[in-house]
C-alpha cells in the first residue's frame, strides 16, 4: 500500500514559478524531468492558453538555457526547458525517496503536486526536507492507495473499467449512441449498476482533476 499525496511547495525559487507569475493566462502543467547531456535539469511540461507569446517573452528572460517547441494542439503546446541554474535541493529528493509523480502544476508562488510515496516515512523525510530547504510544504490531502484503488486518478479497477467501456460505446457521444444496458450486458451487470459505478468514477474524476486545479 502506498500514498497519494497532494500538496502546494511554496518557494519562488522553484523552477518556471517566475514564468507562472509572468504569463497568468497560462497554465503550466509538468509531464517530465530529466537530465540533459550536460547534467542539466530539463522540464517537459504543456501549456495551456489563448496564446504562448508572453509566456515565451517570460522564458527569454529567465533562467532557462534552452527551450523548445516539441508538439501543439489546439490551444495547448509541449515545451522542453534546459534550465542554467541549479534548482534548488528539493528537487532532488522526488528522486532520492523514490517518489512517483503523478502531475503537478507551476504556479506563481510554487508548485501544485500530486506525488505517491512509499509510506508516511518517506512523506515525513519529505516534509522534514522542505523545511531544511526552507520551502513551505502545505498538504492538501493524503490517502492510501491499496490495490483497489491504486490508480493516479482515485479510480477502482471496476470504475475504470465502466468508464472506457461507456467510452467505446458512444455512450458519451453527441448524439449519444450506446446505453446502460448495452454497457451492462458488456460487463455482466445491471443498467443501474453501471448508472452507479459511472456517477461515482466521475466525481472521482473531477475531484482529483479538474477540482485539484482550481485549489489555490
Known sequence: MTLVVEFDLISERLPLTAVAATALDSTLRIDDILT???????????????????????????????YSVLGT???????????????PAIYTEFVRLDTAPINATVTPTGWRARIRFSDREAL??????????DITFRLDQIFEASPETDDEYGLTPKQRETLLAAH????????????????G??????????????????????RHTVALDERG
Not at 489546439?74 to 542554467?84: D, F, G, T
Not at 515525513?124 to 530547504?133: G, K, L, P, Q, V
Open 73 to 87: 494542439t489546439q490551444n495547448r503546446r509541449l515545451y522542453r526547458v534546459e534550465l542554467s541554474e541549479q534548482p
Open 185 to 206: 450486458a458488456e460487463l455482466g451487470v445491471s443498467a443501474p449498476s453501471v448508472s452507479e459505478r459511472l456517477r461515482r468514477a466521475q466525481d472521482r474524476l473531477i
Open 36 to 66: 540533459s547531456e550536460h547534467s542539466q535539469p530539463v522540464i517537459i511540461f504543456w501549456v495551456e492558453g489563448e496564446t504562448f507569446d508572453t509566456l515565451e517573452t517570460a522564458l527569454d528572460e529567465t533562467a532557462v538555457a534552452t
Open 124 to 133: 515525513a523525510e519529505f516534509h522534514d526536507s522542505c523545511e531544511t530547504y
Open 168 to 183: 467505446e460505446a458512444s455512450y458519451f457521444s453527441i448524439p449519444r449512441t450506446g446505453s446502460l444496458e448495452e454497457i
